[in-house]
């Protein structure tokens, strides 16, 4: 097994036992494996509120066992064990992973380098609680006095894709104490979103939380510096601005406080804490503000109930192992090279995006832990949306297009239990509900089976006829929920770990976007002074004339 692990994944006799399979299976369709009453039975798991159904993917039981053994082959467990142990996990940057220390119980131990992270992980969480309570019984005031109505988050990436999803996600968790409380986020660089959203707030209530692990990102500190330029208007005492009206979050105190950022507004994390895997840290801060504390401590602990899952269960009965497990079937051994992710819930509408920044910034990479360029697929261009609303956009290639495409349907069973409405409004939303149940089934449905689930027939034309055959995986949720949305996160956290290893990559490392930020900062010279522009190509230099010629002649 030792001489196995150092031998590249895809000359391992597991790995060519399972080309041999796909093979095989890739001249099937998917209606050949339908009628197998069995499928269903064999290709599903209950776990607490999740339940996964595999029977929509093209494979059997027999590629499922072969996909075990290669998960066995290159010592997944022990990969899990490393992961959740703090070992260093993250080998281009010399650090462990350990967000899943982050929703440890307080009376847990993980000791890293030795000292226990569980009492620091939970003096952050109380200096959350801390600063919760103090907006949410209007103690925090603005510079004149008035309690905080409005917050505005101020991150990009990880800073926000998962805090903006979450607070999405759980709208209808808001306690009464929060009810009045706005929740607002910016990212983008361009200033869009920022000047938009400032034009509707007031600067004495309103409260920025500066977010960003390194506090280096551009596109975060310039949303943050015209925030401040706007806070300026009305009050000119800086400092009186910065204790009232700005918190930040990071792992950088220093940064922070060259920023300006009084000590006692900070909120620090952790290097350890990987910044697509930050929203259990102070990075959550704003979901805990909107769902209130309580609720934020559901969500951890809905994790933490995967956690538990993934360290302790065997392999075949383990939800985020069979998900990895599938998304590598797909990815590399079936080689579809496009997932979807189709929520059959609006409150899941952010859902796919806060996942492509997980999966694509984590997997998308073409070299393995020693350094050597794959010859093997790894992460698919994943994208998704709201799955009813997408049937009426992009449905239309997954069901007549030329690119085979896997796909995930999520879905809550039960929603609108108890809502505030007339009997007669909740009985509607109800109906609209099962509605969306019905797509849900119905869609994975037809994506199987093609023509074979309609009653179409050799007179039927070409173009009204579906030629199925694309696999998906349904995930069923009891219901939505803070315990079950922390554990839905934390079942594609691991999901994306799971693929890492089986793949041999480093999904905590992203030095691809480093990339892009060095090049922006060049750019940013050229265009502003016309520095280094001699040394671009061609094609960029003629249209950094054409952007410096119109600024030029507007100014
Ligand atoms: O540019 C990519 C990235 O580094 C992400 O990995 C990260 O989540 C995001 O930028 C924001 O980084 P920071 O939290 O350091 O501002």
Redesign the pocket.
Same mark, same amino acid.
């Given at each position: 097994m030792k001489n196995n692990q150092k031998m590249p994944r895809s000359e391992l006799p597991e790995w060519l036992n399972l080309q041999c399979k796909a093979k095989d299976m890739g001249h099937l369709h998917l209606r050949d494996l339908a009628n197998d009453q069995e499928r269903h039975r064999a290709l599903t798991v209950k776990v607490g509120p999740f339940f996964l159904d595999i029977s929509k993917q093209k494979l059997d039981v027999d590629a499922l066992k072969k996909l075990i053994s290669l998960a066995e082959a290159v010592e997944l467990p022990n990969a899990i064990k490393s992961l959740i142990g703090g070992d260093i996990v993250n080998n281009t940057e010399g650090r462990p992973a350990l967000h899943s220390a982050l929703r440890l119980p307080v009376d847990a131990k993980l000791i890293i380098n030795g000292e226990d992270v569980v009492p620091e992980v939970h003096q952050s969480l109380a200096r959350i609680r801390q600063i919760v309570e103090r907006v949410h019984s209007r103690q925090w005031r603005g510079f004149s006095g008035r309690a905080i109505t409005d917050v505005v988050n101020i991150?990009? +990436? +990880? &800073?926000?894709?998962g805090p903006f999803m979450a607070c999405q996600a759980l709208n209808e968790f808001v306690p009464t104490e929060a009810s009045q409380l706005k929740i607002h986020f910016v990212s983008s660089i361009d200033g869009t979103q920022v000047s938009d959203l400032l034009g509707t707030l007031k600067p004495e209530t309103t409260l920025f939380i500066v977010? &960003? $692990?390194?506090?280096?990102?551009i596109?975060?500190l310039s949303n943050a510096h015209t925030a401040m330029q706007w806070m300026l208007k009305s009050v000119g005492d800086k400092s009186l601005i910065l204790a009232h009206h700005f918190i930040g979050v &990071?792992t950088q105190p220093q940064k922070m406080a060259a920023w300006g950022i009084p000590e006692n507004n900070q909120v620090l994390f952790w290097e350890w804490v +990987? =910044?697509?895997f &930050?929203l259990w840290s102070g990075?959550g801060l704003p979901i805990a503000l909107k769902i209130g504390m309580a609720n934020f401590e559901a969500m951890l602990a809905g994790a933490h109930f995967i956690d538990n899952e993934f360290s302790q269960k065997p392999l075949a009965e383990n939800l985020p192992v069979l998900l990895g497990l599938i998304g590598v079937w797909n990815a590399t051994f079936l080689d579809i090279r496009a997932h979807s992710v189709l929520p059959y819930d609006g409150r899941l509408k952010f859902f796919p995006s806060y996942l492509s920044?997980l999966e694509m @910034?984590s997997n998308g990479k073409s070299v393995d832990k020693q350094g050597n360029r794959l010859n093997y697929s790894t992460c698919p261009v994943l994208w998704g949306e709201v799955g009813p609303n997408a049937q009426h956009a992009f449905y239309q290639l997954l069901h007549q297009g030329t690119q085979p495409v896997s796909c995930d349907f999520i879905a809550p069973i039960k929603r609108y239990t108890g809502t505030i409405y007339s009997k007669e409004a909740e009985k509607s939303l109800q109906v609209q509900h099962q509605l969306a149940l019905a797509n849900c089934l119905a869609q994975s449905r037809v994506l199987m089976l093609g023509d074979a689930s309609t009653d179409s027939d050799e007179n039927t034309p070409n173009f009204k006829r579906y030629q199925g055959n694309q696999p998906s995986t349904t995930l069923l949720l009891d219901e939505l929920s803070p315990f079950t949305l922390g554990g839905l996160v934390a079942l594609y956290e691991h999901k994306v770990f799971v693929m890492s290893v089986i793949w041999d990559i480093n999904p905590f490392d992203?030095w691809g976007? @480093?990339l =892009? $930020?060095k090049i922006a900062d060049k750019m940013t010279n050229a265009l502003a002074n016309g520095e280094g522009i001699a040394g671009f190509d061609a094609s960029t230099c003629g249209l950094l004339d054409l952007v410096r010629q119109a600024e030029r002649s507007v100014s």
């Open positions: 991150g990009v +990436g +990880g &800073s926000d894709l977010s &960003s $692990k390194s506090f280096t990102t596109d975060t &990071s +990987g =910044g697509r &930050s990075i920044q @910034e992203q976007v @480093e =892009g $930020k």
